[in-house]
T-cell receptor, first 116, second 114 residues
Framework: AQTVTQSQPEMSVQEAETVTLSCTYDTSENNYYLFWYKQPPSRQMILVIRQEAYKQQNATENRFSVNFQKAAKSFSLKISDSQLGDTAMYFCAFMKDTGTASKLTFGTGTRLQVTL | ETGVTQTPRHLVMGMTNKKSLKCEQHLGHNAMYWYKQSAKKPLELMFVYNFKEQTENNSVPSRFSPECPNSSHLFLHLHTLQPEDSALYLC?????????????FGAGSRLTVL
């Protein structure tokens, strides 16, 4: 079974600064997908970024980028130029590429507070 | 209309009540999911439906009864719940239940069992 670990329950960053959220996972699979989802106070889970394990290049979406280290099973999220609207819970998630299911395994989340 | 809509947003019920949560998606997706989100725990997958057929029941107690009348609607019928069932229940959908599809989530139904 897969497990996803987010070791930082809470983090704080000042507006315009950069912050990195950690995520490690455990799997015996070779092909899989990794995701970061954001859950703001509105509670709706929103996809931030997605990474295919077979791609060596780190995914980037505007101010959000990942540092994917497959051998270390590490998948951290970097948020640059933090904005107040980035305040949310951030969940790291893992999905097997079995071709039979789209089941996500989530971590426990990191609560990010962006301050003035 | 947002992609995935859940009602009600909040629900308080006694242990002997019967209530239902509703989820509706307007994305043309064929797979729908129920997740349970409790404080300080990872999201737990409860049920998966693919083209209206249940393809996953993650050992969920029978006091939770899902129903998927069509690919756009998903219900979670609740009866004889326990206080530990209090949680945020999230519905999600994806184009299909296979491959690495991105899930689109609703805003959840916050359930409190007294």
């Amino acid at each position: 079974a897969q497990t996803v670990t987010q070791s930082q329950p809470e983090m704080s960053v000042q507006e315009a600064e950069t912050v990195t959220l950690s995520c490690t996972y455990d799997t015996s699979e070779n092909n899989y997908y990794l995701f970061w989802y954001k859950q703001p106070p509105s509670r709706q889970m929103i996809l931030v970024i997605r990474q295919e394990a077979y791609k060596q290049q780190n995914a980037t979406e505007n101010r959000f980028s990942v540092n994917f280290q497959k051998a270390a099973k590490s998948f951290s999220l970097k948020i640059s130029d933090s904005q107040l609207g980035d305040t949310a819970m951030y969940f790291c998630a893992f999905m097997k590429d079995t071709g039979t299911a789209s089941k996500l395994t989530f971590g426990t989340g990191t609560r990010l507070q962006v301050t003035l | 209309e947002t992609g995935v809509t859940q009602t009600p947003r909040h629900l308080v019920m006694g242990m002997t009540n019967k209530k239902s949560l509703k989820c509706e998606q307007h994305l043309g997706h064929n797979a729908m999911y129920w997740y349970k989100q409790s404080a300080k725990k990872p999201l737990e997958l409860m049920f998966v439906y693919n083209f209206k057929e249940q393809t996953e029941n993650n050992s969920v107690p029978s006091r939770f009864s899902p129903e998927c009348p069509n690919s756009s609607h998903l219900f979670l019928h609740l009866h004889t719940l326990q206080p530990e069932d209090s949680a945020l229940y999230l519905c999600a959908s994806s184009p299909r239940d296979s491959g690495a599809n991105v899930l689109t989530f609703g805003a959840g139904s916050r359930l409190t069992v007294l």
